[in-house]
């Protein structure tokens, strides 16, 4: 390890990731609520095992309009759109959580297994209905999002959606292939036939976002702009891609394709969009755990990405609130914390297994389940205060059960949507886009860019959240 680098983060992981609460979060709840709230998201024929009851059947016609079957899969946020791109992005990040951390989750280890796989079945159907075809979405989000019903009476046009050799996708086939590739490894040792059908896939996704090069937001325009255009291009879906497979098969057929991309971004964030990050951690591992030299420059490149993060660092470009959260951008900030929180601990766990060692607590999980200036757990259901106002239409809008009569797309803005009462079903483990840049929350369900949860802000806290259930609690 280069020595400025290296002294950058044992000393600024140490003073930013070293939690010093005196009363710490009950990072077991928070960990198995995490996970729950992926059942809130569902979309298909819900299980007996289904536990928010408030939930009922729907999308169960999904797929109709192109003659095959795409029921399943999560609806992405507080809409009733299933959106492959940040989709396949959430199974990943869940499937590399379970990967790194599975042994520290003791009895969520299956319900996490069951999250992961509510998402691989909808995607393998996505991949293999229709040859030379990769279906990337359901629903038309343009007309959805006019609508404020629950998702078992949605009434808007399921419309469908797919890239092809005409109309390419690398960034969502990219992200699709190492959704897959990730699950294989979930499931390798409990059902090896699933295992090996999740694999197969994958390599035969990857080939096709390889051989027939472009973005999704070109192909499909306003079906996916601007909820979920692929800003930073496909470039680094392909290297995440190649990444996961090399991973999951040892196959140095795929390091050679990622080496053959080329020089890439170092950027300052990781999202379901941009993926470098990611890219320079997943494979920084191979450097730091099997010291393979030539894996030193993502190793390096980690590093860097560490360096631009820690408030402490000399080389920071990142910005903090007063409170001491990690500030990105306005809208869903939360999203970036927990994806960041993700890297960082995971990258903190492969220094430690190579003897760097430091204590690792952590201020930007605390701050998000209530350690912070107003006492706001921004995790739905955990602790005393917590967001009641969410933007989301299946929990401000009463159950089937205490409501039978269909609530149809302009029905639910009055009272519903403009009420100020508090959401009637609660979406337990919910994380909302969370708190301004001066740490204030004014919980209102039409300020979606603060109160609207999404599955892939979930998807990358449950990994930090299993490491610090198993290690503080």
Known sequence: MRRGASFCLLFSLSLVLLGSVQAKPNYKEALAKSILFFQGQRSGR???????????DSGLSDGLFAHVDLTGGYYDAGDNVKFNFPMAFTTTMLSWSTLEYGKRMGP???NARAAIRWATDYLLKCATATPGKLYVGVGDPNVDHKCWERPEDMDTVRTVFSVSA?????DVAGETAAALAAASMVFRKVDRKYSALLLRTARKVFQFAMQYQGAYSDSLGSAVCPFYCSYSGYKDELLWGAAWLFRATNEMSYYNIFKSLGADDQPDLFSWDNK???VHVLLSRRALLNNDKNF????AEAESFMCRILPNSPYKTTQYTQGGLMYKLPESNLQYVTSITFLLTTYAKYMKATRHTFNCGNLLVDYILGENPIRMSYMVGFGPNFP??????GSSLPSLA??????????????FFHSANPNPNILTGAIVGGPNQNDGYPDERSDYSHSEPATYINAAMVGPLAYF????N
């Open 166 to 170: 005409r109309s390419p996708g690398s």
């Open 276 to 278: 470098y990050a990611g």
């Open 108 to 110: 969520e280890l299956p």
């Open 388 to 393: 009641k106002r969410i933007h989301h239409r």
């Open 469 to 472: 259930a198993a290690t503080l």
């Open 296 to 299: 030193e420059q993502f190793e």
């Open 46 to 56: 819900l299980p007996r095992s289904q536990q928010l009851a408030w939930r009922s």
């Open 402 to 415: 205490s409501h039978p009569q269909a609530i149809g797309c302009d029905s639910g803005f009055e009272p």
